[in-house]
């Protein structure tokens, strides 16, 4: 069982930063590729980057390649996504995601664990 505590969610305006976090329990955190998510009201919920149990390989959508960055510390049991140049249609709740796999998924079903999510809020 793996547990998921994002924070560092916020309001911000267009063109700022936030720096998201996700902290997990236990001490298998390093066998789980981490992956997060983000959901808009009345939009599916979509993947926005990923990152493989190791930190060597990464994944973003297109929607934030050049804009986030993923990372994790397997020491500390966290993974981060740093949020630059936000833009309103980045406002959604952010979710982390664990998944049994060795490398990051887009796909929702195929992660284990979700986080209770945070709300990013960036206004024009």
């Known amino acids: 069982q793996v547990q998921l505590v994002e924070s560092g969610g916020g309001s911000v305006q267009a063109g700022g930063s936030l720096r998201l976090s996700c902290a997990a329990s236990?001490?298998?955190?390093?066998?789980?590729?981490m992956n997060w998510f983000r959901q808009a009201p009345g939009k599916e919920r979509e993947f926005v980057a990923g990152i493989s149990r190791t930190g060597g390989t990464t994944d973003y959508a297109d929607s934030v390649k050049g804009r986030f960055t993923i990372s994790r510390d397997n020491a500390k049991n966290t993974v981060t996504l740093q949020m630059n140049s936000l833009k309103p249609e980045d406002t959604a709740v952010y979710y982390c995601?664990?998944?049994?796999?060795?490398?990051?998924?887009?796909?929702?079903?195929?992660?284990?664990?979700w986080g209770q999510g945070t709300q990013v809020i960036v206004s024009s």
């Open positions: 236990g001490r298998t955190f390093s066998t789980y590729a």
């Open positions: 995601a664990a998944a049994r796999r060795i490398l990051p998924t887009s796909g929702a079903f195929d992660n284990d664990y």
